[in-house]
Antibody
Framework: EVQLVESGGGLIQPGGSLRLSCAAS????????MHWVRQAPGKGLVWVSR????????NYADSVKGRFTISRDNAKSTLYLQMNRLTAEDTAIYYC????????????WGQGTLVTVSS | DIVTTQSPDSLAVSLGETATINCKSS????????????LAWYQQKPRQPPKLLIY???TRESGVPDRFSGSGSGTDFTLTINNLQAEDVAVYYC??????????FGQGTRLEIK
C-alpha cells in the first residue's frame, strides 16, 4: 500500500525557515516524480514544486521560486521542502503527492502538514 | 499558463439524484497524438487530502465507483455523479495535466446534500 507521511509543520514567525519531510513507503520511490501541493485555510489547491526521480530536475511555482527548495533522498525514500523567508501567505496545509506515471496527475497524497506563519 | 474555471462554485443535490460539475480550460487540453484530453478530477472530503477520481477526462481511477463519470473534450468538461450518496459530500477539483508545470487546479466546487 502506498503511504506518504508528512512532518515538520508548525508555527513559525514571518521571515523564518522550516523544512518539511514526506516519508514514502509501499512503492519504488526513485521511480516517481514527487510534488508538494498546498492549501491555504478554506481555499483551493495550489501546486508548489516538483522533483524528478533522481533529484536532478526541479520546478517551482512563481510564488515560491527563490525561497523554497525541493529535494529528495532516495535511500531514505523521503521528500523534502526547505522553506525560507516565509510570509503569512505561505500559511497552508502542505501535501506531498506522487505523480502517476505518464499522466501528470496525482494518484497518491499524504495527509498533509500545517504550516502557520504568524508573529 | 492554462487556467481552469469550474462551475458552479457550490451546489446542493438530493440523495439519489445526479450532480453535474463543469470545468472549462482557457485552452484546449486535447493531445491529437494519442487522442486524449488531459483533464483530471479530484474529490476532497472534509479534513482529508484530495483523492484522484478521473484522469484523461474519462478514465476512472482504480476503485472509484462507476457512479462517477467524466466527459468532455477540448476545453469543456463535466464530472457527473449519478445516484448521489451521502458520502459524496465533498469539494471537487478539476486539474489540467496537459502543460506542466505549473499544474493548475480549478477553484473547486462544493457539493452538499439538499
Amino acid at each position: 500500500e502506498v503511504q506518504l507521511v508528512e512532518s515538520g509543520g508548525g508555527l513559525i514567525q514571518p521571515g523564518g525557515s522550516l523544512r518539511l519531510s514526506c516519508a514514502a513507503s509501499g512503492f519504488t520511490f526513485s521511480s516517481y516524480w514527487m510534488h508538494w501541493v498546498r492549501q491555504a485555510p478554506g481555499k483551493g489547491l495550489v501546486w508548489v514544486s516538483r522533483v524528478n526521480g533522481d533529484g536532478s530536475s526541479t520546478n517551482y511555482a512563481d510564488s515560491v521560486k527563490g525561497r523554497f527548495t525541493i529535494s529528495r533522498d532516495n535511500a531514505k525514500s523521503t521528500l523534502y521542502l526547505q522553506m525560507n523567508r516565509l510570509t503569512a501567505e505561505d500559511t497552508a496545509i502542505y501535501y506531498c503527492a506522487r505523480e502517476m506515471s505518464t499522466t501528470q496527475c496525482f494518484d497518491s497524497w499524504g495527509q498533509g502538514t500545517l504550516v502557520t506563519v504568524s508573529s | 499558463d492554462i487556467v481552469t474555471t469550474q462551475s458552479p462554485d457550490s451546489l446542493a443535490v438530493s440523495l439519489g439524484e445526479t450532480a453535474t460539475i463543469n470545468c472549462k480550460s482557457s485552452q484546449s487540453v486535447f493531445y491529437s497524438s494519442n487522442n486524449k484530453n488531459y483533464l483530471a478530477w479530484y474529490q476532497q472530503k472534509p479534513r482529508q487530502p484530495p483523492k484522484l477520481l478521473i484522469y484523461w477526462a474519462s478514465t476512472r481511477e482504480s476503485g472509484v465507483p462507476d457512479r462517477f463519470s467524466g466527459s468532455g473534450s477540448g476545453t469543456d468538461f463535466t464530472l457527473t455523479i449519478n445516484n448521489l450518496q451521502a458520502e459524496d459530500v465533498a469539494v471537487y477539483y478539476c486539474q489540467q495535466h496537459y502543460t506542466t508545470p505549473p499544474y493548475t487546479f480549478g477553484q473547486g466546487t462544493r457539493l452538499e446534500i439538499k
